[in-house]
C-alpha cells in the first residue's frame, strides 16, 4: 500500500510516545495532534472503550483531513467491579498526578485480598472515506500494594505483569511494547491495515 500518513488522536504525551515508537518501527508515518495544530478537546462520553475511541477518532479525523488514530484504555480491576475502566484517566478526581491517582486507587483496594486486574485498549483508525478499523488488546496481571519503577504512565507503578516480577513501569520501552495491552492493540492494528491495504 502507498504510505499514508497518520494522525495520533490522543493528547497525552505518554501514549503518544508508545504509539509513535511502535507504528514508526513497522513503517508508518505518524504525527500528533500538537504536530498539526489541533487543539479541539474531545468529550470522552461513551460507556466502553470502543465508543470512547470512536468519538476521538471520527473528530480529529475531520479536523485533520487525516486518516486519525485513537485510543481508549484504562485499568480493570476485579476487586472494584471493573472500576476504573473508562475513568482510568479521571479517577478520584481529574485534577490527580498520575502517583496521587496510583495511590488513591491503592488506598481504594487496602485490605483486599482479591488483586487481578488487566490493561484493556481499544484502537480505531478512522478514515476521511467514513470506513474505519477496530482492535483490541489486553494485559493481565494484580496489582500490588505500592508503587515500584519509573518508567511508563499512569497505572503502570502498581501493576505486577503476570508470568514476571515486575510491575509496567519497571519494563523497558521495548519490553513493555511487546508485552502490553497498548502494543497487543497496536500489532493487531497493523495487520488489519495491512489487510485493507492489499
Same mark, same amino acid.
Given at each position: 500500500?502507498?504510505?499514508?500518513?497518520? /494522525?495520533?488522536?490522543?493528547?497525552?504525551?505518554?501514549?503518544?510516545?508508545?504509539?509513535?515508537?511502535?507504528?514508526?518501527?513497522?513503517? *508508518?508515518?505518524? /504525527?500528533?495532534?500538537?504536530?498539526?495544530?489541533?487543539?479541539?478537546?474531545?468529550?470522552?462520553?461513551?460507556?466502553? *472503550?470502543?465508543?470512547?475511541?470512536?468519538?476521538?477518532?471520527?473528530?480529529?479525523?475531520?479536523?485533520?483531513?487525516?486518516?486519525?488514530?485513537?485510543?481508549?484504555?484504562?485499568?480493570? /480491576?476485579?476487586?472494584?467491579?471493573?472500576?476504573?475502566?473508562?475513568?482510568?484517566?479521571?479517577?478520584?478526581?481529574?485534577?490527580?498526578?498520575?502517583?496521587?491517582?496510583?495511590?488513591?486507587?491503592?488506598?481504594?483496594?487496602?485490605?483486599?485480598?482479591?488483586?487481578?486486574?488487566? *490493561?484493556?485498549?481499544?484502537?480505531?483508525?478512522?478514515?476521511?472515506?467514513?470506513?474505519?478499523?477496530?482492535?483490541?488488546?489486553?494485559?493481565?496481571?494484580?496489582?500490588?500494594?505500592?508503587?515500584?519503577?519509573?518508567?511508563?504512565?499512569?497505572?503502570?507503578?502498581?501493576?505486577?505483569?503476570?508470568?514476571?516480577?515486575?510491575?509496567?513501569?519497571?519494563?523497558?520501552?521495548?519490553?513493555?511494547?511487546?508485552?502490553?495491552?497498548?502494543?497487543?492493540?497496536?500489532?493487531?492494528? /497493523?495487520?488489519?491495515?495491512?489487510?485493507?491495504?492489499?
Amino acid at each position: 500500500m502507498s504510505k499514508m500518513t497518520f /494522525v495520533l488522536a490522543t493528547a497525552n504525551p505518554g501514549k503518544v510516545s508508545e504509539m509513535r515508537e511502535i507504528l514508526s518501527d513497522v513503517g *508508518f508515518d505518524v /504525527v500528533s495532534r500538537d504536530d498539526i495544530g489541533i487543539k479541539i478537546e474531545v468529550e470522552e462520553s461513551g460507556h466502553t *472503550f470502543f465508543e470512547n475511541a470512536m468519538l476521538k477518532a471520527q473528530a480529529i479525523c475531520h479536523a485533520s483531513g487525516l486518516p486519525a488514530i485513537a485510543d481508549d484504555s484504562g485499568l480493570v /480491576v476485579s476487586a472494584l467491579s471493573g472500576q476504573p475502566g473508562v475513568y482510568s484517566s479521571s479517577y478520584g478526581g481529574a485534577k490527580l498526578s498520575d502517583s496521587e491517582r496510583c495511590a488513591y486507587l491503592l488506598k481504594n483496594m487496602k485490605d483486599m485480598e482479591q488483586r487481578d486486574a488487566k *490493561f484493556v485498549c481499544n484502537i480505531i483508525c478512522f478514515f476521511p472515506d467514513g470506513d474505519y478499523i477496530s482492535s483490541e488488546g489486553e494485559c493481565l496481571g494484580e496489582i500490588i500494594s505500592e508503587q515500584r519503577g519509573d518508567n511508563g504512565f499512569g497505572y503502570d507503578p502498581i501493576f505486577k505483569v503476570s508470568g514476571t516480577d515486575k510491575t509496567m513501569a519497571e519494563l523497558t520501552s521495548d519490553d513493555k511494547n511487546k508485552i502490553s495491552h497498548r502494543g497487543k492493540a497496536l500489532n493487531k492494528f /497493523v495487520l488489519s491495515l495491512r489487510e485493507r491495504g492489499k
